[in-house]
């Protein structure tokens, strides 16, 4: 009885902890904590109210040179993916994104995959899109190999200039 006790009270204490037990990451980016986390986070302006809801943050990035591009990135705990299948999701609305002159590029939000033999594989199904538009959904899926070396995310601009705005980024466990 005791240790049914026991089990109960940790369900009761950590249950919220384990109601998302699929997601991985949930809060990339929804305080200025978090987005510090990410590498060269310094491009990226945290806007409190800045998402597609009133109390949605978001965050900004903007590229003036496409030669140069901006982008973020995040090293993901591979206790937490490998072998697993995730994606990568996000709200994102744009202004001004240039046209794209090479067939990669464009606005990023790609899961970087480096494999037991060093290639890099980076998965950014996105549309191509450009121009300004307003919020919508979009969506990386990947499987990651038992024996990846590292998981990285990638936010921002790639070859274009303009200003893209991400909230509601979650990576989360598909199986």
Do not use: H
Not at 10 to 16: E, K
Not at 26 to 32: E, G, N, T, V
Not at 41 to 48: K, V
């Amino acid at each position: 009885m005791r240790i049914l006790s026991m089990v109960m009270f940790g369900a009761m204490l950590f249950g919220g902890f384990f109601a998302g037990a699929d997601d991985i990451y949930d809060d990339l980016l929804d305080r200025p904590g978090a987005v510090a986390k990410w590498q060269n986070s310094e491009i990226m302006t945290f806007l409190p109210n800045g998402g597609p809801e009133f109390d949605d943050s978001a965050v900004k990035i903007t590229s003036v040179d496409a030669t140069k591009g901006a982008m973020a990135q995040f090293s993901v705990g591979l206790r937490w993916v490998r072998g697993k299948t995730v994606t990568l999701s996000a709200k994102v609305k744009g202004e001004n994104i240039s046209a794209l002159e090479k067939a990669t590029g464009g606005i990023k939000l790609t899961i970087r995959i480096t494999g037991a033999d060093d290639k890099v594989t980076e998965l950014n199904p996105q549309p191509k899109l450009g121009g300004t538009f307003n919020w919508r959904k979009c969506i990386t899926l990947a499987t990651i190999p038992n024996d990846a070396k590292s998981v990285t995310l990638v936010i921002g601009l790639e070859g274009v200039t303009g200003t893209v705005y991400f909230s509601d980024l979650e990576l989360d466990n598909v199986d």
